[in-house]
């Protein structure tokens, strides 16, 4: 009897612990914004032995995120931590011998980042500059005696006595942009820091900024990035110089197309440099897409090799002195591509329904790193050798373990004038077979851009407090061709309200959404379209516009635009007709009947408070329910994790309280 009762506890004992590994699985909440991390800035070290790079967590007691340095051994079995300060560091770089990890960090009584050594044999990192300006960037000299830093003129906006701020005095032409503030007349050079001595020797100097330096393999030549036109305020004509690492060494310019031309990368003999070049010629490119490019340090023409592809590429990373890699982007996927130099024959290495990004080649094991998201998992950093794709990091087992994310599933619809339209759909996973749902469109922003299979807190969101969620890549995309992307040139709110309006027919048709029950939203261009789209059609009973506009007159010379409207609109005082038809929403809002939430950043110049605020007071005055919610001392992109919740937990309560009623 005694034996029965102590195998009955032990059967019982099991069942409770078999219950407790089992854990009931719960929807994504705004709430677990607190509890996502992310990783950027993929380094690996000389010998291939180790991958440092940047994981940013959120601190919800000081209600903001930091960002350490940690490194994962190549095989992924080992994951070190490096630093672990208050204030956060970045740009891990390691130093030629592999001895040294250098980074950005501001520490003490610094006033601006500077440049810390971290020996890796052990010890604190050491302060290795003190620069009075701000260093943008660094990078090491082959031989490692010496950082080529970029460094932005030091302000002198703050007086010491009083610390009050002098007057902004504005002589720009292009005199404002988000996170930069207003523009002032300050400079950005670049220069060479010698680590033994602690010399800083200046390499450019003048009226023109330089940025993105990168150190020929020989360490003889740098090639970087300039706007050397009579008036860089007045176009985006960015090219590539190359000049000898050396004081007083004059710099050559080595591209001279009209458009836009960045990011130079040294092949590893040093005999080429990859590029990425705008598709468009005109002053402001950004309805075109970049294309991969080589030439020779020495000149000549250059070979765009992407071109045929008509897909815009990122991050070109040489693997040899014959080939190349980048990551494209191409209809909601992020394939990784190689190229051969100079044939140009062309070759997907990696796609699916992922997103990758953070290109590196990792020369000692022959194989490329990279970060890569999926609709189900933040990105974690991989390994592909061959066809043979390995995951370093679960940097996101704990986030996912209680969650049961949505169904995430690619769709085409078809627009009315016969446009084939590329979405994704989110759906929650207790979804019932065949029962319609409330439906939110969460439009993206840019316009240029596209929502891609890749990890997206806001769907996830949704769909977890029971909605099916669209997000759809509208005319004005990018990853369909640049003939896709300039659809809505001059022309904004009519092809977009057209896709999207054709994704909602197809999802009704499909079953899938509740026609009764259907809301809109998007943030920047995102919030643009929702406010064209309110004033189109009344179908949607719920809408969130943030950081948008619609009185686009009053954006002129309030916003960061002042090249795009020179180039696509044309200045409003004699482009009267061009100017009120963007604006049509504003100008419509007697139309509009859908209770409508509108959001915006207090400090935001990419997409100023205005933009909201005006939408706002003619919804108040039509009667149409509305309310109007300001972010303090944001810019364009919440930084502050506790407003990044309170705009999901607004977005759901809003969407509530008109979707399910």
Known sequence: MNRFFFLLSVVLLMGMHSAAQTQVKRPMTPSDVYRLRSVSDLQVSPDGGWIAYVLSTVDSVKDRSNADLWMVSGDGSQS??????????????????????????????DKNSQVYLLDRR????????????????????????ALLLTIKEASTADTA???????????RYHFKEDDEGYRDRRTTHLYRFTLATKALDTLTTGAFDESQA???????LIAFVSNRTSDPDRNENTAVYVMEARPGAPARQLTDWPGTESTPVWSPDGKRIAYLQSSSDEPFTMYGQRLLAVISPDGGTPTVLSASLDRPASTPRWSSNTSLATVMA????????????PAGRNRRLLDGERSISNLQWDSKNGRWLMMISTPQRPAEIFALKG???????????????????ANVTGFQSTSSDGAVISSIL?????????KRLPLVFVIHGGPVGQDDFGFAVTPHVLAGAGYAVAVVNYRGSSGRGVAFTRAIYGDWGILEVKDILGAADHLVKEGIADPDRMGIGGWSYGGISTNFVMASDRRFKAAV???GSSLQFSMYGSDQYIKQYDVELGVPWKNTEKWTKVSYPFFQADRITTPTLFMASEDDFNVPVIGAEQMYQALKHTGVPTELVIYPGQHHGLSVPSYIKDRLERNIRWYDRYLKP
């Open 80 to 109: 070190v931590q490096l630093t672990n300060s208050p204030d956060g560091e970045r740009q891990p770089r390691f130093s030629p011998d592999g001895r040294f990890l250098s980074f950005m960090a501001k520490r003490g009584e």
């Open 122 to 145: 052990g010890g604190e990192a050491i302060r290795a500059t003190e620069v009075k300006g701000e260093i943008v960037e660094h990078r090491w000299f082959p031989d490692g005696s």
């Open 161 to 171: 006595a009083s610390k009050v701020r002098r007057p902004h005095v504005i002589d």
């Open 214 to 220: 990168a150190v020929s393999p020989d360490g003889r």
């Open 330 to 341: 191409d209809d909601r996927q992020t394939p990784l591509v190689s190229f051969e130099v």
């Open 387 to 405: 066809s043979t794709l390995a995951q370093l990091t679960k940097l996101h087992d704990d986030f996912l373990t209680p969650l049961q994310l």
């Open 426 to 434: 989110y759906r929650p996973a207790d979804m019932a077979p065949g």
């Open 545 to 547: 516009s943030g950081a």
